[in-house]
C-alpha cells in the first residue's frame, strides 16, 4: 500500500513516523515540522501498523493543540477519529470518570476552579481571609504539580510548618465533597495507578501507544503519569514517543520540568532519539543567532538548526538611548516600511518584551502614530485592573468630585464599605451641595455620612477619608514649594548637556508621589499577593506607571499634566477602528508557537532581559527564553538594547545584555556601541550613522557636518567640532568662541543652531 503522505517528509521526519518498537524522543527544533510528523506517525500507525486507533493515545497541553492534532490526523486517516487525542487534564478527567470509586468521587463529579478551592479553604480554616486563602489554594495547586501529598515533604513550595495542616484540612473536606480540583485531575490517576496493578495493567493492556507532544512542558505529575500508564518499569510493550525540543522550555514558573526530557533516555531504558534540525521558518543567519546564544546553556541534548530557506540578511542589533527611543525606532521603522514597501503590512511585525508591562511606551507612540496594533495575551496597558486602581487614586485626588473613581476604590482594597453604602454617600452629597455642584467634595460627604453608618463602615471610611486627606495636602504642599523646573525645561536642560541644580526639589518628581499613593493606599500589596498566586506580573505594571509619571514636576498641576496625557491616549485607542491588519505586541513567553515575518526583540539589558534575579538554571531558561523569540523571526530581526531606562520612579543607565556579548558577532549593529560591548569585539557590520531605516537622520548629519559654523542666541559664535548618530539621536558639540562647549539634539533644536554662511 502506497503512504503518499510520507513523500512530503524529509529523511527524518520520515525516520521518526516509521519508527517502532523501542521509546523514542523526537527532538524537534524550532519550525522543524514537528505537529505534521506527530499526526502522520499517527496515521501510520494505523494504516501500516495495523494498531487498533482504540489503542493509541496522545496528549498535549492545550484544547487548542489537541484539537488541532485530531484534525490533522483525521484529515490523513479517518480512523484516527477513535483515538484518544486529548489534553492531559482531559485524559485525567476520563481516567478519573472510569474510575471515580478508587479516587474517592462521585462519577458526577464536578472540577473546582482556584476560586473554589479558596472558599473551600476558607471552611475549612475559619478564620483564614480570602488573601490567605487563595495563596494556600495557589500553593496546593503546585504541590499537586509535584505529586506531593499534605504529607510529604513540602518544604520546596512552603517552609510554613503550618501549611501542611491547611493542605491536609482541605483535602479532606475536598474528599467529602466528593469533587475533585484541576491538581487532582493528574495526582488522583498517578496515586491510583502506582497503588492498583489491576487498574495499571488495565491501562497499559489499553494503550499500546503512547506519545506526547511539548513534552519539554511536562511537570512531575505528568511525567509520573506517562510512567504509570506506560508501564515502562515493568517491561508492558507500549510503544512510547514524545516529541518536545529542550531549548524551548520556558514554562518552569507553571510547574514545567526540563529534566523530564533531558532524562528521557535515563527514564526510557533503550530510547532512540532523532533530531529534526531542518527549519522551514527562519533564514540562516536569524538561526545563527539562536544557535550562538543558546549554545551557552550547558544542560540541553544539543542540535543546530540548518535553513531550509537560504542564509537571508544579518539580524540587526541597535543600540538606543531610552526606551523612548526605542519606541520611536520601532514605529518609524514599521510606518516606513509599510509605507514604502507594497507587500509589507502592520501584521508582519511582532514586538517582544520580557514583561507585559513594558507595552506602554509601545502603545503611547503607536497611538500617535497612528500604527494599528493589538496585545495578545494581555489587556491593554490602561484597560489593566491594577493601572485603573492606580489612577482611579490619583483622579480622586485631582477632583473630588469624580464618583466613578470614587466608587472603584473606596472599598478596595476591602475596607468593608459596601455598594449600599457607597450610594448613600453619594446621595448624601448631592443632597448637601445640591445645585453647588461645583463644591461637591465626596470626601468630605463620606466623613459626614461616617456616623450614621455601622461601625465596620465607619472605620473603613475614616480610615479612606484620611488616607485621601494626606496624600492630597502631601502634593498640595509640594505645588507650594516646588521651585522645580516645567518638563520643557528639564528636557531643554537635558538636551543641551546642562545639569540641573542639585536641590531636592528639582530631583523629586511626579513618579514619587504616584509610588507613595499606590503603596499607601494598599493597591501595590493587594496586587502583588494576586502576582504571588496567579503568577501575573500586575506589580511590573504599578512599576511601569510609576516610571511614565518622571517627566512630571511633583506638583498638582504635574499631576493634572500627567493624567490629561494618559486620558488622550485613552481616547485615540477608543477612536482606533478595528482592524486585522495590526502590529502585534507580545510577550516573549506567549510568542511560543507563533512566527512573524519581521521580529523586534526589545529591552536587552542586564536587569531587564535577563531578569536581575537569574542565575543557574533560571538563567538558563532566560535564555532559552531569547532563543525561543529568535526562532519566532521568519525573515528579518531587530534587537534592541538602551543605554537608560526610568526604573522605580528613576531613569538609570543600563548595561547591554549579556546575551549580546555570549552572541558573537552575529549581528549588524547600529547606533552609537556602548564602550563595554565595543571593547569586546562586538562590532561586526558596524555602521556607527546608521540608527534606523529613516532617511532624516542622513540629511541631518550632512547639514550639521564637522566644522560648519553656527551661531546661538546664548552663546554666540562657534563651529561644529564633533556630530554623531549616537543612541538613535544625531547629537551636535558645539566649541564656541566664549570658551564654552556644549551638546545640542539638532532634530529637536534646530531654530538654536544658525548655520553662518560664508
Same mark, same amino acid.
Given at each position: 500500500?502506497?503512504?503518499?503522505?510520507?513523500?512530503?517528509?524529509?529523511?527524518?521526519?520520515?525516520?521518526?513516523?516509521?519508527? @517502532?518498537?523501542?521509546?523514542?524522543?523526537?527532538?524537534?527544533?524550532?519550525?522543524?515540522?514537528?505537529?505534521?510528523?506527530?499526526?502522520?506517525?499517527?496515521?501510520?500507525?494505523?494504516?501500516?501498523?495495523?494498531?487498533? $486507533?482504540? @489503542?493509541?493515545?496522545?496528549?498535549?497541553?492545550?484544547?487548542?493543540?489537541?484539537?488541532?492534532? %485530531?484534525?490533522?490526523?483525521?484529515?490523513?486517516?479517518?480512523?484516527?477519529?477513535?483515538?484518544?487525542?486529548? =489534553?492531559?487534564?482531559?485524559?485525567?478527567?476520563?481516567?478519573?470518570?472510569?474510575?471515580?470509586?478508587?479516587?474517592?468521587?462521585? $462519577?458526577?463529579?464536578?472540577?473546582?476552579?482556584?476560586?473554589? @478551592?479558596?472558599?473551600?479553604?476558607?471552611?475549612?480554616?475559619?478564620?483564614?481571609?480570602?488573601? %490567605?486563602?487563595?495563596?494556600?489554594?495557589?500553593?496546593?495547586?503546585?504541590?499537586?504539580?509535584?505529586?506531593?501529598? $499534605?504529607?510529604? +515533604?513540602?518544604?520546596?513550595?512552603?517552609?510554613?510548618?503550618?501549611?501542611?495542616?491547611?493542605?491536609?484540612?482541605?483535602?479532606?473536606?475536598?474528599?467529602?465533597?466528593?469533587?475533585?480540583?484541576?491538581?487532582?485531575?493528574?495526582?488522583?490517576?498517578?496515586?491510583?495507578?502506582?497503588?492498583? $496493578?489491576?487498574? /495499571?495493567?488495565?491501562?497499559?493492556?489499553?494503550? /499500546?501507544?503512547?506519545?506526547? #507532544?511539548?513534552?519539554?512542558?511536562?511537570?512531575? !505529575?505528568?511525567?509520573?503519569?506517562?510512567? !504509570?500508564?506506560?508501564?515502562?518499569?515493568?517491561?508492558?510493550?507500549?510503544?512510547?514517543?514524545?516529541?518536545?525540543?529542550?531549548?524551548?522550555?520556558?514554562?518552569?514558573?507553571?510547574?514545567?520540568?526540563?529534566?523530564?526530557?533531558?532524562?528521557?533516555?535515563?527514564?526510557?531504558?533503550?530510547?532512540?532519539?532523532?533530531?529534526?534540525? /531542518?527549519?522551514?521558518?527562519?533564514?540562516?543567519?536569524?538561526?545563527?543567532?539562536?544557535?550562538?546564544?543558546?549554545?551557552?546553556?550547558?544542560?540541553?541534548?544539543?542540535?543546530?538548526?540548518?535553513?531550509?530557506?537560504?542564509?537571508?540578511?544579518?539580524?540587526?542589533?541597535?543600540?538606543?538611548?531610552?526606551?523612548?527611543?526605542?519606541?520611536?525606532?520601532?514605529?518609524?521603522?514599521?510606518?516606513?516600511?509599510?509605507?514604502?514597501?507594497? +507587500?509589507?503590512?502592520?501584521?508582519?511585525?511582532?514586538?517582544?518584551?520580557? =514583561?507585559?508591562? %513594558?507595552?506602554?511606551?509601545?502603545?503611547?507612540?503607536?497611538?500617535?502614530?497612528?500604527?494599528?496594533?493589538?496585545?495578545?495575551?494581555?489587556?491593554?496597558?490602561?484597560?489593566?485592573?491594577?493601572?485603573?486602581?492606580?489612577?482611579?487614586?490619583?483622579?480622586?485626588? !485631582?477632583?473630588?468630585?469624580?464618583?466613578?473613581?470614587?466608587?472603584?476604590?473606596?472599598?478596595?482594597?476591602?475596607?468593608?464599605?459596601?455598594?449600599?453604602?457607597?450610594?448613600?454617600?453619594?446621595?448624601? !452629597?448631592?443632597?448637601?451641595?445640591?445645585?453647588?455642584?461645583?463644591?461637591?467634595?465626596?470626601?468630605?460627604?463620606?466623613?459626614?455620612?461616617?456616623?450614621?453608618?455601622?461601625?465596620?463602615?465607619?472605620?473603613?471610611?475614616?480610615?479612606?477619608?484620611?488616607?485621601?486627606?494626606?496624600?492630597?495636602?502631601?502634593?498640595?504642599?509640594?505645588?507650594? @514649594?516646588?521651585?522645580?523646573?516645567?518638563?520643557? #525645561?528639564?528636557?531643554?536642560?537635558?538636551?543641551?548637556?546642562?545639569?540641573?541644580?542639585?536641590?531636592?526639589?528639582?530631583?523629586?518628581?511626579?513618579?514619587?508621589?504616584?509610588?507613595?499613593?499606590?503603596?499607601?493606599?494598599?493597591?501595590?500589596?493587594?496586587?502583588?499577593?494576586?502576582?504571588?498566586?496567579?503568577? =501575573?506580573?500586575?506589580v511590573s505594571n504599578l512599576d511601569e506607571l510609576v516610571n511614565s509619571a518622571v517627566l512630571y514636576p511633583c506638583t498638582m498641576q504635574g499631576l493634572l499634566d500627567f493624567l490629561d496625557s494618559i486620558e488622550l491616549d485613552r481616547t485615540l485607542a477608543e477612536n482606533t477602528e478595528e482592524t486585522t491588519d495590526a502590529v502585534t505586541l507580545i510577550?516573549?513567553?506567549?510568542?511560543?508557537?507563533?512566527?512573524?515575518? /519581521?521580529?523586534?526583540?526589545?529591552?536587552?539589558?542586564?536587569?531587564?532581559?535577563?531578569?536581575?534575579?537569574?542565575?543557574?538554571?533560571?538563567?538558563?531558561?532566560?535564555?532559552?527564553?531569547?532563543?525561543?523569540?529568535?526562532?519566532?523571526?521568519?525573515?528579518?530581526?531587530?534587537?534592541?538594547?538602551?543605554?537608560?531606562?526610568?526604573?522605580?520612579?528613576?531613569?538609570?543607565?543600563?548595561?547591554?545584555?549579556?546575551?549580546?556579548?555570549?552572541?558573537g558577532d552575529v549581528f549588524k549593529v547600529l547606533g552609537n556601541v556602548p564602550p563595554s560591548y565595543a571593547f569586546a569585539g562586538k562590532t561586526a557590520g558596524f555602521d556607527g550613522n546608521e540608527v534606523s531605516e529613516d532617511d532624516p537622520k542622513s540629511r541631518i548629519l550632512k547639514k550639521y557636518a564637522k566644522g560648519t559654523r553656527i551661531y546661538?542666541?546664548?552663546?554666540?559664535?562657534?563651529?561644529?567640532?564633533?556630530?554623531?548618530?549616537?543612541?538613535?539621536?544625531?547629537?551636535?558639540?558645539?566649541?564656541?568662541?566664549?570658551?564654552?562647549?556644549?551638546?545640542?539634539?539638532?532634530?529637536?533644536?534646530?531654530?538654536?543652531?544658525?548655520?553662518?554662511?560664508?
Open positions: 500500500m502506497a503512504f503518499e503522505y510520507l513523500e512530503t517528509l524529509n529523511p527524518e521526519q520520515t525516520e521518526a513516523v516509521v519508527h @517502532s518498537g523501542n521509546p523514542l524522543l523526537i527532538l524537534a527544533g524550532a519550525g522543524s515540522g514537528k505537529t505534521r510528523v506527530i499526526t502522520t506517525k499517527i496515521a501510520y500507525l494505523i494504516q501500516h501498523e495495523n494498531m487498533n $486507533p482504540y @489503542s493509541i493515545l496522545a496528549v498535549t497541553f492545550t484544547k487548542k493543540a489537541a484539537r488541532e492534532m %485530531q484534525e490533522r490526523a483525521e484529515h490523513l486517516e479517518p480512523l484516527a477519529a477513535r483515538a484518544q487525542i486529548r =489534553t492531559f487534564h482531559s485524559f485525567g478527567a476520563w481516567f478519573l470518570r472510569r474510575y471515580a470509586e478508587e479516587a474517592g468521587l462521585e $462519577p458526577s463529579f464536578t472540577v473546582y476552579d482556584d476560586d473554589d @478551592s479558596a472558599s473551600l479553604i476558607m471552611k475549612a480554616m475559619p478564620g483564614m481571609t480570602k488573601k %490567605q486563602a487563595n495563596s494556600a489554594a495557589h500553593k496546593i495547586a503546585l504541590c499537586k504539580d509535584y505529586c506531593l501529598s $499534605p504529607e510529604d +515533604d513540602l518544604s520546596s513550595v512552603d517552609s510554613d510548618g503550618a501549611f501542611s495542616e491547611v493542605y491536609a484540612a482541605y483535602q479532606k473536606r475536598l474528599r467529602a465533597t466528593g469533587n475533585a480540583d484541576f491538581g487532582d485531575l493528574i495526582m488522583l490517576p498517578v496515586k491510583i495507578l502506582e497503588s492498583n $496493578p489491576v487498574i /495499571r495493567r488495565e491501562m497499559q493492556y489499553r494503550f /499500546r501507544v503512547i506519545m506526547v #507532544d511539548e513534552y519539554q512542558d511536562s511537570n512531575v !505529575a505528568q511525567f509520573k503519569l506517562l510512567q !504509570a500508564v506506560s508501564g515502562v518499569q515493568e517491561n508492558s510493550g507500549t510503544y512510547v514517543c514524545v516529541v518536545g525540543d529542550d531549548d524551548q522550555s520556558i514554562y518552569k514558573f507553571r510547574g514545567a520540568e526540563v529534566q523530564n526530557i533531558l532524562q528521557f533516555p535515563d527514564f526510557f531504558p533503550g530510547a532512540s532519539v532523532i533530531r529534526l534540525e /531542518r527549519n522551514y521558518r527562519s533564514t540562516g543567519k536569524i538561526l545563527a543567532a539562536a544557535d550562538a546564544v543558546v549554545s551557552h546553556n550547558e544542560d540541553r541534548l544539543g542540535k543546530t538548526l540548518v535553513a531550509v530557506r537560504g542564509e537571508g540578511s544579518l539580524p540587526k542589533l541597535v543600540f538606543l538611548e531610552s526606551q523612548d527611543k526605542e519606541a520611536q525606532f520601532c514605529a518609524s521603522l514599521i510606518k516606513k516600511a509599510v509605507e514604502e514597501k507594497g +507587500d509589507c503590512l502592520y501584521r508582519d511585525f511582532a514586538i517582544l518584551y520580557r =514583561t507585559n508591562a %513594558q507595552s506602554l511606551g509601545f502603545e503611547s507612540e503607536f497611538l500617535h502614530r497612528q500604527i494599528p496594533y493589538v496585545v495578545v495575551g494581555s489587556l491593554k496597558f490602561y484597560e489593566r485592573e491594577e493601572i485603573k486602581d492606580s489612577l482611579a487614586y490619583l483622579a480622586l485626588i !485631582a477632583n473630588g468630585r469624580d464618583e466613578i473613581a470614587f466608587q472603584r476604590i473606596v472599598n478596595k482594597p476591602v475596607r468593608g464599605i459596601g455598594e449600599k453604602t457607597q450610594e448613600k454617600i453619594i446621595l448624601s !452629597a448631592h443632597e448637601t451641595y445640591g445645585a453647588l455642584i461645583e463644591n461637591l467634595n465626596l470626601i468630605d460627604a463620606a466623613e459626614n455620612a461616617a456616623e450614621s453608618l455601622s461601625k465596620k463602615a465607619r472605620d473603613g471610611i475614616k480610615e479612606f477619608c484620611g488616607l485621601m486627606k494626606e496624600l492630597k495636602d502631601s502634593l498640595l504642599r509640594k505645588s507650594a @514649594s516646588s521651585d522645580s523646573p516645567s518638563k520643557t #525645561d528639564e528636557l531643554a536642560a537635558l538636551a543641551s548637556g546642562e545639569e540641573l541644580p542639585e536641590s531636592d526639589t528639582v530631583r523629586e518628581n511626579l513618579s514619587v508621589f504616584v509610588r507613595s499613593v499606590i503603596e499607601e493606599s494598599g493597591i501595590y500589596e493587594y496586587h502583588k499577593a494576586q502576582d504571588e498566586i496567579d503568577g =501575573t506580573a500586575r510577550t516573549l513567553h506567549n510568542t511560543k508557537g507563533l512566527e512573524f515575518p /519581521r521580529v523586534i526583540i526589545t529591552g536587552l539589558e542586564n536587569g531587564i532581559f535577563p531578569r536581575g534575579d537569574k542565575a543557574g538554571d533560571e538563567l538558563e531558561e532566560e535564555r532559552r527564553l531569547f532563543y525561543v523569540g529568535i526562532t519566532r523571526a521568519k525573515d528579518e530581526l531587530y534587537i534592541t538594547s538602551c543605554a537608560m531606562r526610568r526604573l522605580y520612579g528613576r531613569t538609570e543607565p543600563m548595561m547591554p545584555s549579556r546575551f549580546l556579548f555570549e552572541a546661538n542666541d546664548d552663546y554666540g559664535y562657534g563651529q561644529i567640532v564633533e556630530c554623531s548618530a549616537g543612541n538613535g539621536e544625531v547629537v551636535v558639540t558645539v566649541q564656541f568662541e566664549s570658551g564654552g562647549r556644549k551638546k545640542f539634539l539638532p532634530e529637536y533644536q534646530s531654530k538654536s543652531l544658525e548655520i553662518i554662511r560664508d
